[in-house]
């Protein structure tokens, strides 16, 4: 099956400019994360998604952070204005509820989009 | 609440010779754990995971690690390292086994092995 896809692969901005961020998740995959993993650290979920609607959004920074899934399988994760902390990668997941048992764990993360704020 | 621990930040082993590395854990829940890899510039591979069955969990590559409750730790050990084990491997928390929560990573051990 086709993987979690994800662009761009980098990204190169200037502080206080926008930028976007696509996922397309493993078809039939009704749970989508959105996860931030600054160099040297481990990922950080900041937004998960079921279906269209959000689950936990507690870690991302809504005044500047913003996510969609309108029609619950693709995403969009945007970032406006952005700031030279920003710099990260940013990974998308997504999974099946139930599939946890099975080794074939059900979760799976994109190649993730690489964003260098300057 | 979740967290886990990874107590080496970097770990370095000759190639052939045994491979540990350690993390600890904290969970109000009877946790799932999983170790998953990261080489330069690829995705998150999962390596293994354990979620209440058999406490010596094995995955790919050889790998295996050992859930103890008592010490709260799940270390991922391999006999023999390989060239290609040189990566980033985090041990990773969830409050459940159903595959949609989320995961709490740890900082990360970069392994490096020495021809």
């Known amino acids: 099956e086709a993987g979690v896809a994800q662009s761009p692969r980098y990204k190169i901005i200037e502080k206080r400019q926008s930028v976007a961020f696509w996922c397309n998740p493993i078809s039939g995959h009704a749970t989508l994360y959105w996860y931030q993993q600054i160099l040297g650290q481990g990922p950080k979920l900041l937004i998960q998604f079921q279906n269209n609607g959000v689950v936990d959004d507690s870690q991302l920074p809504k005044d500047r952070f913003s996510a969609e899934r309108l029609k619950g399988v693709d995403s969009t994760l945007k970032i406006q204005p952005a700031k030279l902390e920003d710099s990260a990668v940013y990974l998308c997941?997504?999974?099946?509820?139930?599939?946890?048992?099975?080794?074939?764990?059900?979760?799976?993360f994109g190649s993730g989009t690489r964003l260098t704020v300057v | 609440a979740q967290s886990v621990t990874q107590l080496d930040s970097h770990v370095s082993v000759s190639e052939g010779t045994p491979v540990l590395l350690r993390c600890n854990y904290s969970?109000?829940?009877?946790?799932?754990l999983f170790w998953y890899v990261q080489h330069p510039n690829k995705g998150l591979q999962l390596l293994l995971k354990y979620t209440s069955a058999a406490t010596l969990v094995k995955g790919i590559n050889g790998f295996e690690a050992e859930f103890k409750k008592s010490e709260t730790s799940f270390h991922l050990t391999k006999p023999s390292a390989h060239m290609s084990d040189a990566a980033e491997y985090f041990c990773?928390?969830?409050?459940?086994?159903?595959?949609?929560?989320?995961?709490?990573f740890g900082t990360g051990t970069r392994l490096t092995i020495i021809p």
């Open positions: 969970s109000s829940y009877s946790p799932s």
């Open positions: 990773v928390v969830s409050p459940s086994n159903f595959g949609n929560e989320k995961l709490t």
């Open positions: 997941a997504s999974s099946y509820p139930g599939q946890g048992a099975q080794f074939n764990y059900g979760y799976t």
